[in-house]
């Protein structure tokens, strides 16, 4: 992958993430957590430490990538790639990628996919991308669904939003090679 790649249909940059990225992430991710059934994460439990230990631990790899998405100078969204460690499940990447508020409806996510899965169709070593996605998120799950997901399983009431409220947690994935 280039360092950067323009979309010039959506004016959209989508580049490899740097520690000075960090804060903007964490900050998107604290809001876009706010809002019950997007993340499993509370926003206190979000750490501009974990996001730029994240992006030094795949900037490393070459079986993980981390990426965001630029438009107008402000970064609008951002996804990685973690790869499974173990060696029978090493083939395998856990996709997270994340939409801040106010870009959606823009392209962004879909960008973020299409270079997401490009780089892993063009690792010597991933073979299957894999994410969870909330029930709930039918925005989501329309994007993953045309990107060529497919739903594998569902954990019945796996997050809990209240005393008396649960969303299930759709597992999707596909297979690049």
């Given at each position: 992958m280039t360092?950067?790649?323009?979309?010039?249909?959506?004016?959209?940059?989508?580049?490899k993430a740097k520690v000075e990225d960090a804060h903007a992430i964490v900050t998107a991710e604290q809001e876009?957590?706010?809002?019950?059934g997007y993340f499993c994460s509370q926003p206190s439990e979000l750490?501009?430490?974990?996001?730029i230990r994240t992006i030094n631990v795949l900037g490393e790899s070459e079986n993980g990538i981390y990426l965001v998405a630029e438009q107008e100078g402000k970064i609008a969204g951002h996804a990685f790639l973690e790869p499974l460690h173990l060696k029978s499940i090493?083939?395998?990447?856990q996709l997270s990628i994340g939409v801040h508020h106010g870009w959606q409806e823009k392209g962004i996510?879909?960008?973020?996919?299409k270079q997401v899965i490009t780089w892993?169709?063009?690792?010597?070593?991933?073979?299957?991308?894999?994410l969870?996605?909330?029930?709930s998120n039918d925005r989501a799950i329309a994007l993953y669904k045309k990107m060529g997901f497919i739903e594998e399983g569902r954990l019945k009431n796996r997050i809990k939003i209240n005393e008396s409220l649960y969303i299930d947690d759709v597992l999707m994935?596909?297979?690049?090679?």
């Amino acid at each position: 992958m280039t360092e950067q790649r323009k979309d010039k249909t959506m004016n959209i940059t989508i580049r490899k993430a740097k520690v000075e990225d960090a804060h903007a992430i964490v900050t998107a991710e604290q809001e876009i957590a706010q809002t019950p059934g997007y993340f499993c994460s509370q926003p206190s439990e979000l750490s501009e430490q974990n996001v730029i230990r994240t992006i030094n631990v795949l900037g490393e790899s070459e079986n993980g990538i981390y990426l965001v998405a630029e438009q107008e100078g402000k970064i609008a969204g951002h996804a990685f790639l973690e790869p499974l460690h173990l060696k029978s499940i090493c083939h395998v990447a856990q996709l997270s990628i994340g939409v801040h508020h106010g870009w959606q409806e823009k392209g962004i996510g879909t960008a973020l996919m299409k270079q997401v899965i490009t780089w892993a169709k063009q690792s010597k070593t991933i073979e299957k991308i894999e994410l969870n996605v909330r029930a709930s998120n039918d925005r989501a799950i329309a994007l993953y669904k045309k990107m060529g997901f497919i739903e594998e399983g569902r954990l019945k009431n796996r997050i809990k939003i209240n005393e008396s409220l649960y969303i299930d947690d759709v597992l999707m994935a596909l297979h690049v090679k």
